[in-house]
Structure formats: structure tokens, C-alpha cells
């Protein structure tokens, strides 16, 4: 009888990697139900999906995850059974070892087979993130493709492709109630507007027009929202000689638009997602400081300081009232 895992153990060296490999021998048996999925930081970040067959998890990798509704199929790359202990493992892989990187448990839970056949795989996942019906279809050659055959739960929409940035007017005094408003620094750099999608960055201008290739620099940040979806609003901004991308709003997040949101809200979700590493970070805000904030923009040299009022919600496309810019700094 063929061995399933000789593949698999071929491509690893056990005193190398901590990943299971079984010595051979009769394969354990199952009810042929379990799934797991795997978020994998490898080369390029993507999902393995492995299902429990005839004793070993059949597996692919899917490089922008699984495909959240049925508007859209996701590549689905078939890659040599695992052994049925894979299904817990977590934890890094050395680097030069084949698949290096690190290596997690995204989902796992069980799933019912509709349909097995060497080109097409219909199952239904019942997992903690994922529960569906979903198609594996053979394409050309070895590729596949993975489709989601339901709509998707609850009050999922999927991302803008494009949207216009809200902007500031310019005021030459304070608000009289600015203790309404939360102040950021006028950083004075170039507004970018980042989406992020199974791992995946595209960056575009005030414009529309996407810039993603002149700051390749920043793809690593799409990595870190792992397979979350989001829309960030921000600047490009050089700080000592490089450039650093500063967010200061979250206009979309894991399926969801924030555009009606009030601005305090959206602030919070921002903060949430943590958006902080090498070239990236999250903007400071303070909420009703704008003497203080005035003074700092000063000693920084920046241009001055804008006033997002706490209610307000994100008009695309639009020069808003609700955002206000002061140039320069504060009297006295």
C-alpha cells in the first residue's frame, strides 16, 4: 500500500524541525471529520487548510485566506498530505527548513463531506471563525480554487476598493468648544490611504491612484493584521531621513464599515488594532488638549495641528467643518 506521508517526510528532517514526523506504519483512523487552519508566516504569509482523510490531512495552501462570501474565489494550492498530528501543531519552524516561519492555529473544528472526487471537494466547516458550505475545485494543472457556496454571517460587507479622504477646513482660531474635538498633529506628508486583505497591501493617494509600488517599504504591515480586512487613513510622513506611515482613522474593519461611526468610536478601533512597528505607527490624539498639542506642534516644527470633532462622522470625498486645521502655533 503507497505510504500517504512519504512526501512529506522527504521534505523534512525530524531532528530539525519540532513538527511531527511519524515513522512508518499503519495510519490512524478517524471519522474522516476533523479540519484545522493554519496561519502560516512563512515566505509570504498564507492559510493551510488541511481535512482529515483516510487517515492523514489532506491539505492546501491559500494565500489570502479563506474566501469570506461567494463573490469572490480564492487560489487554493495543493500541497502534500500532512500526518493526522499536524493537526495541533503550533509553534516556529527553523528558517532553511522547508516552510520555515512560524506557524498557528487560526481555526479547527469539524466539517461534513458532500462530495469527494479527485477534481471536486464540497464540505461544510463547522469551526469557531469559520462555518460554511465550501468547494475545492481543480483548475488547470494542479491548481485549485476554493469558493464559498453561502452568503456570509450576520452584518458582513466586503471592503471599499477606493475611497476619497475626508479633509479638513482651515480656521485661523480655536473652536469655541474645543473640548468637542480630539487634536492631532498636521503632520504636512503625504495622504495615503492603506487596505489591507488576506495579508495583502494597497496603498492609494488622495487621488485614488495606487502608490503601493513606491512604498514597498510598507507591505510588512499588512502581515500583521494577519487575515483581518481593514481600511486605514493616514500619512506618509519622514521623520530624520525615512519614511514612516502614520494612521489616524479606521474607516473599515473585519467586514464592517466605520464611516458612520462617530469619530471617538473609529478612534477606539484604532487603537485596538495596535498599529505599531518598525516604519508604522499610530497617530497621537488628545481630546480637548489644543493649547497643548499647539505648543508641541510648534517645538516639533510641524505646520500646526487639526481637530476631529468626537461625533462627527467620516465624509468621503468631502472638506468638512467637523475636521479642523490651525496653522502654527498657539499665542502666549
Given at each position: 500500500?503507497a505510504d ?6 522527504a ?6 524541525t519540532?513538527?511531527p514526523?511519524p515513522a512508518e506504519?499503519?495510519?490512524?483512523r478517524?471519522?474522516?471529520d ?15 487548510l488541511r481535512?482529515e482523510?483516510?487517515?492523514v ?5 491559500i494565500p489570502?485566506?479563506?474566501?469570506p ?22 509553534g ?5 527548513e522547508?516552510g520555515?516561519?512560524t506557524m498557528?492555529i ?9 462530495k ?7 464540505i461544510v ?10 468547494v ?6 494542479r ?7 453561502d452568503?456570509?454571517?450576520g452584518?458582513?460587507?466586503?471592503p471599499?476598493?477606493?475611497?476619497a479622504p ?22 504636512g506628508?503625504?495622504?495615503?490611504l492603506?487596505y ?17 509600488g ?5 507591505r ?8 483581518r480586512?481593514?481600511?486605514l ?5 519622514t521623520?530624520?531621513?525615512?519614511a514612516?506611515?502614520v ?6 474593519d473585519?467586514g ?9 468610536r ?16 499610530t497617530a ?6 489644543v493649547d ?12 500646526g ?19 479642523v ?8
Open positions: 500500500m500517504k506521508l512519504e512526501t512529506y517526510r521534505k523534512r528532517d525530524a531532528t530539525r519540532g513538527e514526523v506504519g499503519p495510519l490512524p478517524g471519522e474522516d476533523t479540519f484545522v487552519i493554519q496561519e502560516h508566516h512563512a515566505r509570504s504569509l498564507h492559510w493551510d481535512l482523510r483516510g487517515g490531512l489532506v491539505s492546501w495552501a489570502k485566506g479563506m474566501p462570501d461567494p463573490a469572490t474565489n480564492h487560489l487554493a494550492v495543493h500541497t502534500e498530505d500532512h500526518p493526522m498530528e499536524y493537526a495541533r501543531f503550533e516556529e519552524i527553523p528558517k532553511g522547508y520555515g516561519g498557528t487560526w481555526d479547527r473544528g469539524h466539517y461534513a463531506t458532500e469527494w472526487s479527485d477534481r471536486e471537494i464540497k466547516l463547522t469551526g469557531s471563525r469559520v462555518a460554511g458550505r465550501y475545492l475545485f481543480r483548475t488547470r494543472g491548481n485549485w480554487m476554493i469558493h464559498r457556496m452568503p456570509p454571517s452584518r458582513w460587507e466586503p471599499p476598493a477606493s475611497l475626508m479633509t479638513p477646513v482651515t480656521r485661523a482660531r480655536v473652536p469655541r468648544d474645543p473640548e468637542a474635538y480630539a487634536w492631532e498633529f498636521w503632520w506628508g503625504a495622504r495615503v492603506a489591507v486583505e488576506g495579508g495583502r497591501l494597497t496603498l492609494r493617494d488622495a487621488g485614488g491612484a495606487d502608490v503601493t513606491e512604498h514597498r517599504w510598507l510588512p504591515l499588512a502581515e500583521t493584521f494577519g487575515s480586512a481593514a481600511v487613513d493616514g500619512e506618509v510622513v521623520f530624520a531621513g525615512t514612516v506611515y494612521a489616524y482613522d479606521l474607516l473599515f473585519d464592517r464599515s466605520l464611516l458612520d461611526e462617530p469619530f471617538e473609529r478612534r477606539l478601533g484604532l487603537e485596538d488594532l495596535a498599529v505599531d512597528g518598525p516604519r508604522w505607527q497621537p490624539s488628545w481630546p480637548g488638549e497643548a498639542v499647539r505648543r508641541a506642534a510648534a517645538e516639533q516644527g510641524l505646520p495641528v487639526v481637530g476631529k470633532r468626537l461625533g462627527s462622522a467620516y465624509a468621503p470625498g468631502e472638506e468638512s467643518p467637523a475636521w486645521r490651525l496653522p502654527g502655533k498657539a499665542s502666549g
